[in-house]
């Protein structure tokens, strides 16, 4: 990994499409009726609506590891408890907070570090109401330092949110922890719609709410009231806070050694606040820590070793690392920079160790798998992971040195545990690929020239990827992997030539075969070119299967036919502080459609003036930038919001705004999208997150800016409204010289 001051490391995007479709009802209301049923849950809430009905779910590719035995490794985060009635316990032990709650055990939660700050989320969850729509929870906590009673608090909060709702009478019902207020509307504008319950805190009013569609609340409103009523106090882990430093202070590499560390069997959750939480002047506010092992020379001797997991604002994938000494009896903290992600990010002064190592985490480049001439080579990236993330893995073998070697069908990747219970995960490195190149920020973009003789006789000059490109400007997983099962068996197949090393290549007898016709629907063809028909397509060798040692069928998909997506107007906005010369260059992974003023050699060069306007070489003033071209192997965020067409111009000067767009700017947006938007009664709307479309299509301005916000939209046309977990937006700050940039995927 390069030094990482300075740099920003870029991570996968694996993609999840929601398939979950439902016909609501206009209206609805809710009833209370305060009964317990025998088996323990609650029908206290009955959500009338209208009709409803769901789309078919398909399931794709699952490649479920079979007669493998599981290995257990303790759970790094505790914060879940399984228990044998199909019900699971979840616990919040942050800050000053100790709140626990009873979830079924196929819903999933997660949590925020957060809970410093009135009105902090603090607790979600998601689960099932049927096939594969969901409703989603999530607890806040709202000061009440007037000690207002929970009923006068709720009256105030009803008047405060009385132009957004009408509320029916609040109801009373009896929780683990006493009362418990629930409020529901009356009448919404949308079909999506909440209900609110209020429990009573020290000094504060916790708010648990539910969202989703009607008919899906009605579906889990039993599930709904039990968990409502399950919530209940308890004592918070102990506290430590990391006070404030007045300066970044460098330790040389020249005082730096190696590391030794008695390391914990699983990593143990730490309750801290660190100032990059409580810092204005940091992005990163969401942020994990875990007491991986204890310092056992040197002068961090007695010394934790911490791993801290950030999650940064918008849609992010997977987290960024650091890896800290901290030093409990004075409460500090010391940055292993060669064990950290993205120092330079960091809002708040720090003290970091440039030349410190720990052995025990160098993790090996290349694995033998066993009885075989397949290897294993590590991945550019790395996801920032703890083995516990990887439910699903199974051992595939041992090795000698590193013990066991697993693999995840969740993302098809092998992986490796180091000591501090993190993952690096590694790809298949296959003898007969030559002009082998893999992007360092971006996995599934790993494309080769396998060496192959067809069946004809022929050989192979193609490119091909055995990453799964998923669709849509980003990147997926280790591999595209089948079980047998999946492709209809050995008997679905046929040889369609033979690799370098003597292996069958294959592919389907049955040109009508499912995946062959999904990959064909995907693929995008070239700007202004008319798509191939389907014939020739599968005539042109779009993918091919290998079996690897370990019995996993790997797809190949030539390059040519990988999903991609026009890039929709993305446009620049230059605001310097004062008027000065600027070089703006933009790269597009899958190359130009359209630039204005035209794109020379070198980039962009205008004379950049503080109210945005740009004056180029052509004599013209321009207002921005602007580009069109095409983002490769791109996939969906699965966060989002489902929005009615009448409502999508409000919807975007909302969002934008809290993207860190101005007035200006998002008319600009707005005058543009909302045209492309109305075809359809409802739109799936997502943003995707701005590290990803910096690998989409890295930007580069000069003199460099102070801030840089880019906004890159996506969308989907909807016949029916579908559930989707929200996602979370924080808005940027603008300082000193900043670039804007929009844009959006043309659908």
């Given at each position: 990994?390069?030094?990482?001051?300075?740099?920003?490391?870029?991570?996968?995007?694996?993609?999840?499409?929601?398939?979950?479709?439902?016909?609501?009802?206009?209206?609805?209301?809710v009833e209370y009726n305060d009964t317990?049923?025998?088996?323990?849950?609650?029908?206290?809430?009955?959500?009338?609506?209208?009709?409803?009905?769901?789309?078919?779910?398909?399931?794709?590719?699952?490649?479920?590891?079979?007669?493998?035995?599981?290995?257990?490794?303790?759970?790094?985060?505790?914060?879940?408890?399984?228990?044998?009635?199909?019900?699971?316990?979840?616990?919040?032990?942050?800050?000053?907070?100790?709140?626990?709650?009873?979830?079924?055990?196929?819903?999933?939660?997660?949590?925020?570090?957060?809970?410093?700050?009135?009105?902090?989320?603090?607790?979600?969850?998601?689960?099932?109401?049927?096939?594969?729509?969901?409703?989603?929870?999530?607890?806040?906590?709202?000061?009440?330092?007037?000690?207002?009673?929970?009923?006068?608090?709720?009256?105030?909060?009803?008047?405060?949110?009385?132009?957004?709702?009408?509320?029916?009478?609040?109801?009373?019902?009896?929780?683990?922890?006493?009362?418990?207020?629930?409020?529901?509307?009356?009448?919404?504008?949308?079909?999506?719609?909440?209900?609110?319950?209020?429990?009573?805190?020290?000094?504060?009013?916790?708010?648990?709410?539910?969202?989703?569609?009607?008919?899906?609340?009605?579906?889990?409103?039993?599930?709904?009231?039990?968990?409502?009523?399950?919530?209940?106090?308890?004592?918070?882990?102990?506290?430590?806070?990391?006070?404030?430093?007045?300066?970044?202070?460098?330790?040389?590499?020249?005082?730096?050694?190696?590391?030794?560390?008695?390391?914990?069997?699983?990593?143990?959750?730490?309750?801290?606040?660190?100032?990059?939480?409580?810092?204005?002047?940091?992005?990163?506010?969401?942020?994990?820590?875990?007491?991986?092992?204890?310092?056992?020379?040197?002068?961090?001797?007695?010394?934790?070793l911490v791993v801290i997991l950030e999650?940064?604002?918008?849609?992010?994938?997977?987290?960024?690392?650091?890896?800290?000494?901290?030093?409990?009896?004075?409460?500090?903290?010391?940055?292993?920079?060669?064990?950290?992600?993205?120092?330079?990010?960091?809002?708040?002064?720090?003290?970091?160790?440039?030349?410190?190592?720990?052995?025990?985490?160098?993790?090996?480049?290349?694995?033998?798998?066993?009885?075989?001439?397949?290897?294993?080579?590590?991945?550019?990236?790395?996801?920032?992971?703890?083995?516990?993330?990887?439910?699903?893995?199974?051992?595939?073998?041992?090795?000698?040195?590193?013990?066991?070697?697993?693999?995840?069908?969740?993302?098809?990747?092998?992986?490796?545990?180091?000591?501090?219970?993190?993952?690096?995960?590694?790809?298949?490195?296959?003898?007969?690929?030559?002009?082998?190149?893999?992007?360092?920020?971006?996995?599934?973009?790993?494309?080769?020239?396998?060496?192959?003789?067809?069946?004809?006789?022929?050989?192979?000059?193609?490119?091909?990827?055995?990453?799964?490109?998923?669709?849509?400007?980003?990147?997926?997983?280790?591999?595209?992997?089948?079980?047998?099962?999946?492709?209809?068996?050995?008997?679905?197949?046929?040889?369609?030539?033979?690799?370098?090393?003597?292996?069958?290549?294959?592919?389907?007898?049955?040109?009508?075969?499912?995946?062959?016709?999904?990959?064909?629907?995907?693929?995008?063809?070239?700007?202004?070119?008319?798509?191939?028909?389907?014939?020739?397509?599968?005539?042109?060798?779009?993918?091919?299967?290998?079996?690897?040692?370990?019995?996993?069928?790997?797809?190949?998909?030539?390059?040519?036919?990988?999903?991609?997506?026009?890039?929709?107007?993305?446009?620049?906005?230059l605001y310097p502080q004062s008027t000065?010369?600027?070089?703006?260059?933009?790269?597009?992974?899958?190359?130009?459609?359209?630039?204005?003023?035209?794109?020379?050699?070198?980039?962009?060069?205008?004379?950049?003036?503080?109210?945005?306007?740009?004056?180029?070489?052509?004599?013209?003033?321009?207002?921005?930038?602007?580009?069109?071209?095409?983002?490769?192997?791109?996939?969906?965020?699965?966060?989002?919001?489902?929005?009615?067409?009448?409502?999508?111009?409000?919807?975007?000067?909302?969002?934008?705004?809290?993207?860190?767009?101005?007035?200006?700017?998002?008319?600009?947006?707005?005058?543009?999208?909302?045209?492309?938007?109305?075809?359809?009664?409802?739109?799936?709307?997502?943003?995707?997150?701005?590290?990803?479309?910096?690998?989409?299509?890295?930007?580069?301005?000069?003199?460099?800016?102070?801030?840089?916000?880019?906004?890159?939209?996506?969308?989907?046309?909807?016949?029916?409204?579908?559930?989707?977990?929200?996602?979370?937006?924080?808005?940027?700050?603008?300082?000193?010289?900043?670039?804007?940039?929009?844009?959006?995927?043309?659908?």
């Amino acid at each position: 990994m390069k030094d990482q001051r300075g740099f920003v490391y870029f991570v996968p995007v694996i993609a999840i499409v929601l398939v979950a479709i439902v016909m609501v009802g206009a209206a609805w209301y809710v009833e209370y009726n305060d009964t317990e049923d025998n088996d323990g849950g609650s029908q206290n809430i009955t959500i009338t609506n209208g009709p409803q009905s769901q789309d078919p779910y398909l399931a794709d590719n699952a490649n479920y590891v079979v007669d493998l035995e599981p290995v257990n490794i303790a759970p790094h985060d505790t914060t879940t408890t399984a228990a044998a009635d199909g019900w699971q316990t979840i616990t919040y032990q942050k800050a000053d907070h100790g709140i626990a709650i009873d979830i079924p055990s196929d819903w999933d939660d997660g949590s925020s570090s957060m809970g410093v700050n009135d009105n902090d989320y603090l607790l979600w969850v998601n689960g099932i109401a049927q096939g594969e729509s969901r409703v989603s929870g999530d607890v806040i906590y709202h000061k009440n330092a007037s000690n207002d009673s929970l009923a006068t608090w709720v009256s105030k909060y009803q008047e405060t949110f009385a132009d957004e709702y009408v509320f029916n009478e609040p109801k009373t019902i009896e929780g683990t922890e006493g009362e418990i207020i629930v409020l529901d509307v009356s009448q919404n504008t949308s079909d999506y719609t909440t209900v609110w319950a209020f429990i009573a805190g020290d000094e504060r009013v916790y708010e648990f709410a539910f969202h989703g569609y009607a008919p899906d609340l009605a579906l889990v409103s039993g599930t709904i009231n039990t968990i409502w009523k399950s919530f209940r106090f308890i004592d918070p882990l102990p506290l430590i806070t990391i006070p404030a430093e007045t300066k970044t202070t460098a330790i040389a590499a020249s005082q730096g050694y190696e590391l030794e560390v008695i390391w914990r069997e699983s990593p143990l959750e730490l309750n801290l606040i660190d100032p990059v939480i409580t810092s204005s002047g940091s992005l990163y506010t969401r942020r994990f820590y875990y007491d991986v092992g204890q310092i056992t020379n040197g002068r961090y001797e007695g010394d934790a070793l911490v791993v801290i997991l950030e999650w940064p604002e918008g849609p992010a994938f997977y987290p960024n690392l650091y890896r800290v000494v901290f030093d409990e009896t004075a409460k500090t903290f010391v940055y292993l920079e060669k064990y950290s992600d993205n120092l330079s990010y960091l809002g708040s002064k720090f003290t970091y160790d440039i030349g410190s190592t720990i052995p025990d985490l160098v993790t090996p480049e290349e694995i033998d798998i066993p009885n075989s001439d397949v290897d294993l080579v590590a991945e550019a990236f790395d996801t920032n992971e703890f083995y516990t993330d990887h439910a699903e893995a199974r051992e595939a073998f041992k090795d000698d040195d590193l013990g066991s070697v697993f693999f995840d069908p969740a993302d098809d990747c092998y992986l490796i545990v180091r000591d501090d219970g993190t993952v690096k995960l590694y790809h298949l490195k296959l003898d007969f690929i030559r002009d082998f190149t893999e992007r360092e920020y971006s996995v599934g973009t790993n494309q080769s020239v396998p060496a192959i003789t067809w069946s004809d006789g022929t050989t192979n000059d193609d490119e091909y990827t055995f990453s799964e490109p998923a669709g849509g400007c980003g990147s997926t997983s280790c591999h595209a992997m089948y079980t047998e099962e999946e492709l209809g068996g050995i008997s679905a197949l046929k040889v369609m030539g033979t690799t370098s090393s003597g292996d069958k290549v294959y592919t389907f007898k049955d040109t009508d075969a499912q995946i062959l016709k999904s990959a064909y629907d995907m693929y995008y063809a070239p700007y202004q070119e008319e798509k191939m028909d389907y014939d020739d397509f599968v005539a042109d060798r779009p993918m091919f299967f290998w079996k690897d040692p370990l019995d996993h069928w790997v797809r190949f998909t030539r390059v040519t036919y990988l999903p991609a997506v026009e890039c929709g107007k993305p446009v620049i906005y230059l605001y310097p502080q004062s008027t000065m010369e600027v070089n703006v260059q933009v790269d597009p992974n899958g190359g130009f459609s359209i630039t204005d003023p035209l794109y020379p050699v070198g980039g962009w060069n205008v004379i950049a003036h503080p109210d945005g306007t740009l004056d180029y070489a052509d004599g013209l003033t321009y207002p921005y930038l602007f580009w069109e071209g095409k983002g490769i192997n791109y996939v969906t965020p699965e966060k989002g919001f489902v929005v009615a067409r009448a409502d999508v111009g409000s919807f975007l000067e909302e969002k934008l705004a809290l993207l860190g767009l101005n007035e200006k700017e998002s008319a600009d947006f707005i005058k543009f999208w909302v045209p492309r938007m109305q075809q359809q009664p409802y739109y799936f709307v997502t943003f995707v997150d701005q590290a990803v479309f910096d690998t989409l299509a890295p930007l580069t301005v000069s003199p460099r800016p102070d801030s840089v916000i880019r906004v890159f939209m996506d969308y989907q046309g909807l016949d029916k409204p579908i559930t989707v977990e929200p996602l979370e937006i924080r808005t940027p700050a603008r300082d000193g010289f900043t670039v804007v940039e929009w844009g959006g995927a043309l659908r």
